[in-house]
């Protein structure tokens, strides 16, 4: 149906209109190192665009495949019913794969992984924390290929116990929800000694020359999220990206946590009004955990409601003040907006450039 749609919209509109169904191809240097990341994905590029909550969403998601890398929808902590019907509308406007990410600290979390076994989707992948064993079953059960994060080597191990089908590495440069040990790290201390499933790498990467030199390395492919802000398709508030294009990789900062009576995963951000509320957040439940006026998993549920309610105030009302600015420290490679297409083929240039370099070198 879909590619009669297509031939149906070139009649009508020329094969302009069709570049976007057009994907943007790798090159047969690259296919040579980076083929196990394309065949797991089942992607013309191994090229992951992350799950940013009131970010990825279906018309990024679909055009990020249909260019020929690979979406992940975003959940975040939204309706079940909504959540169903984002995968619905994301299969209405591609034919290739992408992946759905469950927040497992999120309250509508068991919710959403079941409807992405319900429906099927092809990659499912799990963040926010470590997954039961059961629920990663659910998820193989249902046909799907499991990508678990792996933020030190005790949960890669872990992951691998449970059935994770491949890995994402992702380091402390990242933006939004992070680990506390950066790339440079994790890529020792996972990715050089984790062979056996792929391993992709996340937190930091820009630029295609990097994500060749990872995969260089041994990484089956990359996840990108901040660089991916900057296309034209991606329908967050004009005003968050001008933010993106003005700041510095120092600004992007990550919180602390106060008191280990109070959890919370570390996010980075630019620094803004959301996060010095995020520290008077946390005193207030110390405090009310103190007093028993409410426990500490619903302590926990009311940081993930502030940080999604204040993303949605930056990506879509255009509140750079009160909302949450999440960024990778990446932020500050990037300093235009781009047509995503042009941005893909960007990175496909620079990666082959990079391989052709470290060619020549070996060559002397």
């Known amino acids: 149906m879909l590619q009669i749609l297509k031939e149906i919209i070139a009649g009508i509109c020329g094969e302009d209109i069709m570049n976007a169904y057009e994907p943007v191809r790798s090159t047969e240097r690259l296919d040579r190192i980076w083929k196990s990341g394309k065949e797991f994905l089942g992607s013309e590029l191994p090229v992951m665009c992350g799950a940013m909550t009131w970010v990825s969403d279906p018309q990024l998601v679909a055009r990020m495949s249909n260019l020929g890398a690979f979406g992940v929808l975003a959940a975040g902590n939204m309706p079940p019913e909504m959540w169903a019907d984002y995968v619905d509308e994301t299969r209405k406007l591609t034919d290739r794969p992408f992946a759905g990410n469950c927040i497992t600290i999120a309250p509508n979390y068991r919710a959403h992984l079941d409807i992405l076994c319900e429906k099927s989707v092809g990659h499912i992948v799990f963040a926010g924390s470590i997954p039961r064993a059961q629920e990663v079953k659910q998820a193989k059960d249902s046909g799907a290929k499991v990508l678990c994060f792996a933020s030190t080597q005790s949960i890669a191990k872990r ?23 950066s790339t440079t790290v994790l890529l020792q201390e996972i990715l050089f000694n984790f062979d056996r499933i ?54 992007a900062i990550s919180t602390p946590q106060y008191s280990v009576k109070l959890p919370v995963v570390s996010v980075r951000a630019l620094n803004n009004h959301a996060m010095s509320h995020f520290g008077d957040l946390q005193l207030e439940l110390l405090e009310m955990l103190r007093k028993g006026e409410i426990n500490r998993q619903e302590a926990q549920f009311k940081v993930e409601e502030y940080w999604i309610g204040s993303l949605r105030k930056a990506t879509v009302d255009g509140d750079i003040e009160h909302g949450s600015l999440m960024a990778g420290q990446s932020v500050g490679l990037l300093r235009k907006v781009q047509p995503l297409r042009e941005i893909l083929e960007e990175l496909v240039a620079e990666a082959d450039a990079a391989v052709g370099d470290v060619v020549a070198r070996l060559k002397g």
């Open 159 to 181: 992951m691998l116990d449970y059935g994770a089908d491949a890995l994402i590495l992702e380091g402390s440069e990242a933006g939004g929800h992070i680990g506390h040990v």
């Open 198 to 251: 792929p391993v992709f790498v996340a937190g930091g990467i820009a630029t295609g020359k990097m994500i060749a030199h990872l995969v260089m390395m041994g990484a089956a492919g990359a996840q990108m999220g901040t660089r991916f802000v900057m296309a034209e398709e991606c329908n967050v508030h004009e005003k968050f990206k001008n933010v993106f294009k003005r700041s510095r990789a120092r600004e």
